[in-house]
Nanobody
Framework: QKQLVESGGGVVQTGGSLRLSCRASGIITSVFNAYTPEWYRQVPGKEREFIARISGIRDTEYSDTVKGRFTISRDNSRKAVYLQMNSLKPEDTAVYYC????????WGKGILVNVSS
């Protein structure tokens, strides 16, 4: 049975760090390896915002708002994708979504990140 497990959100102070993860189960590793996982975030009342994507093992792309502070990575053996978030700011507060981890176009339910000032 296919399943996506999301974890890592919470409340953190300005300047702190969090690591988000999305892990797929029920799919074979070679299928996951071919995916290009992505992270997005959304604040209520605003459009969903692209954050980062990773294709292959190390080919990454970031939005300008997080470049240099966030790092996307993947562990193909675990069928997981991660988002390491450092130097967090209050404007990073949002619900974060992983996509293309369980299947192309499949979105996670979202992980709440709250950065307090």
């Amino acid at each position: 049975q296919k399943q996506l497990v999301e974890s890592g959100g919470g409340v953190v102070q300005t300047g702190g760090s969090l690591r988000l993860s999305c892990r797929a189960s029920g799919i074979i590793t070679s299928v996951f390896n071919a995916y290009t996982p992505e992270w997005y975030r959304q604040v209520p009342g605003k459009e969903r915002e692209f954050i980062a994507r990773i294709s292959g093992i190390r080919d990454t792309e970031y939005s300008d708002t997080v470049k240099g502070r966030f790092t996307i990575s993947r562990d193909n053996s675990r069928k997981a994708v991660y988002l390491q978030m450092n130097s967090l700011k209050p404007e990073d507060t949002a619900v974060y979504y992983c996509a293309n981890v369980l299947a192309p176009g499949y979105w996670g339910k979202g992980i709440l990140v709250n950065v307090s000032s």
